[in-house]
């Protein structure tokens, strides 16, 4: 008995001097795990590594960060099996709904399983601009150089929806094209570009900020009911957010875009009991890591919106939210709708490849075809018909 008293002393007293909430014996996580994220010196990037020391220091887990310069260099190691969880954005969702870059032979919709998301201070979306461009509005884009991303979707929608809620089409800009999220920061800063996509509390925009440039995020004023028809005829899930954090942001705030970023993914195979600890850590140790990066407090429990999340959360983050009872008929509700979405567009794709053609562009221009009409015959909204 004296030996339990102990160990027991020893283990709250440890339990202290590190800082950590809970204790290591209460998940259980292999020795590696691996995420995805954009690029080094992102806000995403950052969390991830904020995440990995606290894993490190109570369960002796290394967390390697994959960082990805787009959309299909994060997803890529997630469905090869090479990564377990992806710390990313609406990328997930592109992926799940096979459109865009996802949309081709080479991928198809994807199993994608979702554990949590940040809902942070700031704008995971924001209009970055030179502030020496003198862009004050959606408007004044007309004509300027703005970001194209290769192989990034979410990007480049996040885009087009912008320039959408200023009545301007990628046709009344200089679309510059980049190889990544990271290229277009430093093309911003050395002259070749004017705007980008960007979240204002990722350390890139203290790059920008810093450089001769400089930086300006011009607003989305919330009272525009047509122009944020317009946005969400784009992407139907950004918000309404007013932007509180990061460099460039003035200290009352702007009326900005509102998205999760990141979001927590992982793919359905992935075993229920990883996905468990995984999301049991990501909660209980949350007061260890929420100071580690910039945007970190978004992953707090009264951010979620679990009743009307666009994917399929993972079965092993499902036990997780029912034993702490966040569980709700309605978030059940929402998650056979998603499970039934997925479903559907992986029958339409398994039906539409039997026959499909060979020749790139005709089996695009099929499965847009061939998606959409499996999705309506289900009752669903394809949301997306042509890209």
Request: proline residues 4%.
């Amino acid at each position: 008995m004296g030996k339990l008293k102990s160990l027991t002393a020893f283990v709250a007293a440890l339990t202290i001097s590190t800082g950590l909430s809970v204790q290591a014996a209460e998940i259980e996580l292999p020795k590696t795990v691996v995420w995805t994220a954009y690029n080094t010196g992102t806000s995403g990037y950052n969390q991830a590594v904020g995440v990995g020391s606290i894993l490190k220091n109570a369960y002796g887990t290394n967390l390697r960060v994959i960082p990805g310069k787009n959309d299909v260099s994060r997803l890529s190691p997630l469905r090869t099996g090479v990564a377990q969880f992806a710390a990313t954005g609406s990328d997930s969702v592109y992926a799940q709904e096979a459109v865009y870059t996802f949309g081709t032979q080479k991928w198809g919709p994807q199993p994608i399983r979702l554990l949590l998301h940040n809902l942070a201070d700031g704008c995971a979306v924001s209009l970055a601009t030179a502030k020496d461009a003198n862009i004050k509005t959606v408007e004044d884009l007309k004509g300027r150089r703005v970001a194209w991303v290769r192989g990034a979707p979410a990007l480049n929608q996040g885009m087009k929806s912008m320039l959408a809620f200023g009545g301007l089409t990628w046709d009344d800009v200089e679309k510059v094209e980049v190889g990544g999220y990271g290229a277009s920061i430093d093309a911003l800063i050395n002259g070749d570009l004017d705007a980008l996509l960007g979240a204002t509390f990722s350390s890139t925009m203290l790059k920008i900020d810093a450089s001769p440039r400089g930086l300006f995020h011009p607003s989305f004023a919330h009272e525009d009911s047509e122009g944020w028809t317009r946005i969400n005829q784009v992407v139907p899930w950004y918000f309404k957010h007013r932007c509180m954090q990061g460099a460039g942001v003035p200290e009352e705030g702007y009326e900005g875009i509102g998205t999760a970023y990141p979001t927590l993914i992982t793919m359905s195979e992935i075993s229920d009991d990883v996905a468990y600890n995984m999301t049991k850590a990501m909660y209980e140790h949350y007061d260890d890591y929420k100071g580690s990066a910039p945007g970190a407090n978004g992953w707090a429990w009264e951010r979620q919106k679990l009743e009307s999340v666009f994917l399929p959360l993972h079965d092993g983050a499902v036990k997780y939210y029912k034993e702490v009872g966040k569980w709700t008929d309605k978030a059940q509700a929402n998650q056979e709708q998603n499970l039934k979405r997925q479903e559907v567009l992986m029958a339409a794709w398994d039906e539409y490849a039997k026959n499909a053609p060979d020749d790139e562009e005709a089996f695009n221009k099929g499965w847009m075809k061939a998606r959409s009409d499996a999705m309506k015959a289900a009752g669903l909204d394809p949301v997306f018909y042509t890209w």
